[in-house]
T-cell receptor, first 116, second 115 residues
Framework: DTGVSQNPRHKITKRGQNVTFRCDPI?????LYWYRQTLGQGPEFLTY????????KSRLLSDRFSAERPKGSFSTLEIQRTEQGDSAMYLC??????????????FGPGTRLTVL | GDSVTQMEGPVTLSEEAFLTINCTYT??????LFWYVQYPGEGLQLLLKATKADDKGSNKGFEATYRKETTSFHLEKGSVQVSDSAVYFC??????????????FGKGITLSVRP
């Protein structure tokens, strides 16, 4: 399967613990996005990478959140000192880079985080 | 900031019924507009798009026309099937390049089609 993959698919943690999620984009895609989706809402943008550079972060991304994309391949999203409000589905998407035309974002299946 | 408003759901239709799902947006400039679909147990998929005013996006029998005068992008299908049961999201982006390509989504609406 050559789609976007995310691991783990589900994560249950206790409040105050740290968690890390991984996203593996489609191999030739140099753009990578993280979104968060809470129940009954659409996905909300968190952050964006062009290759290894993190070019934009939403105000939703508090300083407890950090994302990396070393070597411009896979990406990790870490949440420190988790809170119950962090419970959500975390979605990763990837696309081709700038070519002056629309580049479709392909979404992974998401990681569902539950903070107890 | 930019926002997308979708009609309240859920929507339940009988097979072969006509479908309209309303979507309006608030944005500066000339955003690109999208409909994404999420089938049960699957990830989000692009259904159709329109990148400028009066463009019509179409795919799998679904259509939506970019109406700048009414800031709308309503999704329609003439005859729905049970396999169309899914959650539908309207979305926009401010550009094709760089960080402007991030998507702003509506809340989504669940469509159930009964045989």
């Amino acid at each position: 399967d050559t789609g976007v993959s995310q691991n783990p698919r589900h994560k249950i943690t206790k409040r105050g613990q740290n968690v890390t999620f991984r996203c593996d984009p489609i191999s030739e895609h140099n753009r990578l996005y993280w979104y968060r989706q809470t129940l009954g809402q659409g996905p909300e943008f968190l952050t964006y990478f062009q290759n290894e550079a993190q070019l934009e972060k939403s105000r939703l991304l508090s300083d407890r959140f950090s994302a990396e994309r070393p070597k411009g391949s896979f990406s990790t999203l870490e949440i420190q000192r988790t809170e119950q409000g962090d419970s959500a589905m975390y979605l990763c998407a990837s696309s081709l880079g700038d070519r002056g035309e629309y580049n479709e974002q392909f979404f992974g299946p998401g990681t569902r985080l539950t903070v107890l | 900031g930019d926002s997308v408003t979708q009609m309240e759901g859920p929507v339940t239709l009988s097979e072969e019924a006509f479908l309209t799902i309303n979507c309006t947006y608030t944005a500066t400039g000339y955003p690109s507009l999208f409909w994404y679909v999420q089938y049960p147990g699957e990830g989000l998929q692009l259904l159709l798009k329109a990148t400028k005013a009066d463009d019509k996006g179409s795919n799998k029998g679904f259509e939506a026309t970019y109406r700048k005068e009414t800031t709308s992008f309503h999704l329609e299908k003439g005859s729905v099937q049970v396999s169309d049961s899914a959650v539908y999201f309207c979305a926009l982006s401010q550009g094709l390049t760089g960080a402007n390509s991030k998507l702003t989504f509506g809340k989504g609406i669940t469509l159930s089609v009964r045989p």
